[in-house]
């Protein structure tokens, strides 16, 4: 899944974007961290997240952005819900009985 954001800094003395961090369902350990805009020169940061590592219930959940100047100023949160479809993620079942034979 791509997930993505327009960050800016217009501070009168801008220092920049240091840093965009996502987060899943409140947690505030970010997922994925971004550094450089895409494309280089715009004001878009963007995150290739994998949903499957760590495993996400699929489902509704709640992704948020927060961007960092190189000032150390963090902006408020902006969020959106995304719908997780991972597929088939149940292991099967380990087998029960295990037969050999042996032929002389």
């Known amino acids: 899944m791509t997930v993505s954001t327009t ?6 003395t801008a220092s920049g974007i240091k840093q965009v961090d996502f987060y899943v369902d409140g947690n505030s ?22 949903t499957t590592n760590p495993q996400l219930t699929n489902g509704t959940h709640t992704i ?10 963090v902006s408020t949160v ?14 099967p079942t380990a087998p029960t009985t ?6 002389q």
């Open 64 to 73: 948020a952005a927060k961007a960092t100047d190189n000032a150390g100023n």
């Open 7 to 12: 960050a800016t800094d217009p501070g009168t």
């Open 78 to 91: 902006a969020s959106t819900s995304v719908t997780v479809s991972n597929g088939d993620t149940t292991k």
């Open 29 to 50: 350990t970010p997922v994925g961290t971004t550094t450089t805009p895409t494309p280089a020169g715009s004001t878009t940061y963007t995150y290739s997240w994998n």
């Open 98 to 103: 295990v037969t050999g034979y042996c032929y």
